[in-house]
């Protein structure tokens, strides 16, 4: 059970480009999902957490127009990155949970806008 | 927000103990331990919710000191799957966190036969 699914895996695009990364939860109903990003070696920093249905909750320093977050069923987040650039390229990991309890980390989508 | 973890790089033989630990500068409602292995995402190892709770999985338990605002995960006997990048995500005491998670900067444990 508690199995996230993120889809791509891996997308490369242009500079410019807009890319969606899609975050579901394949076994549960997630009344909570949250986006991180990870540079290489480094450790997990939360961007945003989104509940179903309402707006998301950005970090402080996350741009909420250049990361866009649609949590459109409880089962469905999405993260668009918007006009990316070369700097946004990373690994976006998704997790999802019920009711504020342990997170299950989706596998990851690696990122790399040329 | 982000917990300090200590060591940032552990070597040990198949069998060796050891200790990580996970430090906050904020009060703590709760303390959740991930094991990441390279390009996979982390795994749920277990999640502590009251001070002074201990939990174990396997050879792997944990402590929460809430007074200490501080957690610690002892592996002990280790074995080779046991390599990977350990992290601590602290959950801030008071008010909606909404479960909101802050990671330290992981504990590359590695494991030689």
């Known amino acids: 059970g508690a199995v996230v699914s993120q889809h791509p895996s891996w997308v490369i695009c242009k500079s410019g480009t807009s890319v969606k990364i899609e975050c579901r939860s394949l076994?549960?109903?997630?009344?909570?999902m949250f986006w991180y990003r990870q540079f290489p070696k480094q450790s997990l920093m939360l961007m945003a957490t989104s509940n179903e249905g309402s707006k998301a909750t950005y970090e402080q320093g996350v741009e909420k127009d250049k990361f866009l977050i649609n949590h459109a069923s409880l089962t469905l987040s999405t993260l668009t990155v918007t006009s990316a650039h070369p700097e946004d390229s990373s690994f976006y990991i998704c997790?999802?949970?019920?009711?504020?309890?342990?997170?299950?980390f989706g596998p990851g989508t690696r990122l790399l806008v040329l | 927000q982000q917990p300090v973890q200590s060591p940032q790089a552990v070597i040990l033989r198949e069998g060796e103990d050891a200790v990580i630990n996970c430090s906050s500068s904020?009060?703590?409602?709760?303390v959740h331990w991930y094991r990441q292995k390279h390009g996979e995402a982390p795994v749920f190892l277990m999640i502590l919710l009251k001070g002074g709770e201990q939990k174990g999985h396997e050879k792997i338990s944990a402590s929460f000191n809430e007074k200490k605002q501080q957690s610690s995960l002892y592996l002990t006997a280790s074995q080779l799957s046991y390599s990977g990048t350990y992290f601590c995500g602290t959950e801030p005491a008071g008010g909606s966190t909404l479960g909101r998670l802050y990671f330290g900067r992981g504990t590359q444990l590695t494991v030689w036969p």
């Open positions: 904020k009060a703590l409602y709760s």
């Open positions: 997790s999802a949970s019920q009711e504020e309890e342990t997170q299950y």
């Open positions: 076994d549960f109903q997630a009344t909570t």
